[in-house]
Nanobody, 124 residues
Framework: QVQLVESGGGLVQAGDSLRLSCATSGRTFSSYSMAWFRQDPGKERGFVAGIDNSGGRTYYADSVKGRFTISRDNAKSTVYLQMTQLKPEDTAVYYC?????????????????WGQGTQVTVSS
């Protein structure tokens, strides 16, 4: 069992930056691929960014490419999402997800474990 705990969300203005963190439990963090998803009320959970188990490959949704950066620190069992040039349309609850596999997928159903989510609100 893996537990994920997100932090770092908040209320910011358009153009600001924010860094989300997702701390995980367990001793096998380096064997998991990790991803960030986001969800607006009434909408499906959408892929934001993913990173393979080694950190060597990263993937991004087109809407955040060039603005967001996903990274991981396997020694700290933590994955990060650095968000810059934030826009009001980035407002959502952001979820961290883990998959017990090295590959990254954009589908929520491919992930085995989820955090509770952290709210990011970007005002115009």
């Amino acid at each position: 069992q893996v537990q994920l705990v997100e932090s770092g969300g908040g209320l910011v203005q358009a153009g600001d930056s924010l860094r989300l963190s997702c701390a995980t439990s367990g001793r096998t963090f380096s064997s998991y691929s990790m991803a960030w998803f986001r969800q607006d009320p009434g909408k499906e959970r959408g892929f934001v960014a993913g990173i393979d188990n080694s950190g060597g490959r990263t993937y991004y949704a087109d809407s955040v490419k060039g603005r967001f950066t996903i990274s991981r620190d396997n020694a700290k069992s933590t994955v990060y999402l650095q968000m810059t040039q934030l826009k009001p349309e980035d407002t959502a609850v952001y979820y961290c997800a883990a998959r017990s596999d090295r590959d990254v997928y954009a589908l929520p159903k491919k992930y085995d474990y989820w955090g509770q989510g952290t709210q990011v609100t970007v005002s115009s």
